[in-house]
């Protein structure tokens, strides 16, 4: 358990050190628009306002913006999939909520908002509020949505002009244009959604259902990897078939839940069936990251820890009031050693450590190394069970 002066020190090494050869992890803090959390899910969230301004002034080549005062903020950067309307409701309990939304046609978003070439799309910036809305409705502090068309990024930033940490309640949604295929909705449980037609053949079949209950859960999809299906869809049974041969990547997502990130290879060729199973977020449930690797022997992260260190980061901060071990599990034949024990404890502090850097309170996070003593597999036989056994997991307190 880290807390005090030694997660201070902790720190400070953090820093000093490189995560990797060749390309840095880099983990801005979240008061910060290159720390943004990317939503790439819609629906709620709550998140834990840092306390702090962060490290750059990115309002300053604003003239309008010169003379707000910014003490405490969180950034946010999301993607349209599709042609629709962003609507946006954020709630405190602080009279003092305020949004100012940009959007660009350059490739970094940050930088074209440093140097003031950022647009400015929308702006509710007063003192009496603790609620703002991008809305239809006719309410106070309220702007109405922002039109948006597949592939357009804006970045985000709701902040209040009081240092004192708060907590901000957050529900977003993108309205879609055109009302997407719904085939079945036989109850509150299942969503059946249908991108084939009555000529497909062959069809890949997703479903997402809970592990404990075996019922259907509609859950927050996003298909990356094969441009006809690339998008973001919201569904307990998605239906569709790939243009060509290849590997698709599926994040899955839902509230209450444990995220789910997987690799499929599909073909327009085979018909196929992938399950999805969520784990509910309870207490005492834990999730694995195997995808979160170290140099060997080291608590060195790789650099192709990042996209998992990423999802990990984004995942605690858009769900604030959990409480979470880290565990550092280590691959060793046997009984366990007390160097796999304090090289699985530093592995598991090095995670938690970007976790604090990105801004999460470290309050809600404990270390703790297991050594080779909670194998997945107790006797692997494949390279891939030992790898299984080298592990990082977060368990809810």
């Not at 050869?21 to 990317?38: L, R």
């Not at 300053?60 to 962003?86: C, E, H, P, R």
């Not at 509020?129 to 409705?137: C, E, I, Q």
């Amino acid at each position: 358990m880290l807390r005090g002066l030694n997660i201070f020190l902790l720190l400070v090494v953090f820093f000093s050190c490189a995560v990797g050869k060749g390309k840095e992890i880099v983990s801005e803090n979240i008061a910060d628009c290159t720390g943004a959390i990317q939503l790439s899910q819609q629906g709620s969230s709550v998140i834990d306002l840092p306390g702090t301004s962060g490290k750059k002034d990115e309002f300053s080549a604003f003239q309008v913006l010169k003379t707000v005062t910014v003490a405490n903020s969180v950034w946010f950067s999301f993607i349209a999939d599709y042609d629709g309307k962003f609507t946006l409701r954020a709630d405190t309990e602080v009279n003092d909520l305020n949004l100012v939304v940009f959007q660009t046609d350059g490739k970094d978003v940050c930088d074209d908002i440093s140097s003031g070439k950022a647009e400015i799309k929308r702006m509710l910036i007063k003192e009496e509020y603790p609620s703002v809305f991008l809305t239809d409705r006719n309410i106070k502090n309220a702007l109405y949505p922002l039109q948006m068309r597949k592939g357009d990024k804006i970045n985000f930033v709701i902040f209040t002009r009081k240092k004192k940490k708060t907590r901000i309640k957050l529900y977003i949604e993108l309205l879609p244009n055109v009302v997407e295929q719904i085939v079945s909705t036989s109850d509150n449980k299942t969503k059946i959604v249908d991108l084939t037609d009555e000529f497909t053949v062959n069809k890949t079949r997703l479903e997402i259902r809970d592990v404990d209950t075996q019922d259907p859960v509609i859950a927050n999809i996003r298909i990356s990897g094969i441009s006809n299906l690339d998008g973001s869809y919201k569904a307990s049974d998605l239906i569709f078939q790939p243009d060509k041969n290849g590997t698709v990547k599926l994040e899955c997502s839902q509230e209450g839940y444990f995220f789910v990130d997987r690799k499929e290879e599909v073909s327009p060729k085979v018909d196929k069936t992938i399950t999805v199973f969520f784990q509910r977020m309870d207490k005492g449930k834990s999730m694995q990251l195997e995808e979160i690797e170290f140099k060997t022997n080291s608590s060195e992260l790789l650099p192709s820890a990042e996209p998992a260190l990423i999802r990990l980061r984004e995942f605690l901060a858009l769900n604030a009031d959990l409480q979470v071990e880290i565990q550092g599990h280590v691959f060793e034949m046997g009984k366990t050693t007390s160097d796999g024990m304090r090289l699985s404890e530093a592995r598991a502090q090095r995670v938690m450590l970007y976790l604090v850097n990105f801004g999460i309170d470290p309050k809600r996070l404990t270390a703790v190394g297991y050594g080779g003593t909670k194998p997945v597999y107790t006797n692997p036989s494949r390279s891939s069970e030992e790898q299984a056994n080298r592990r990082v997991e977060i368990k809810i307190l």
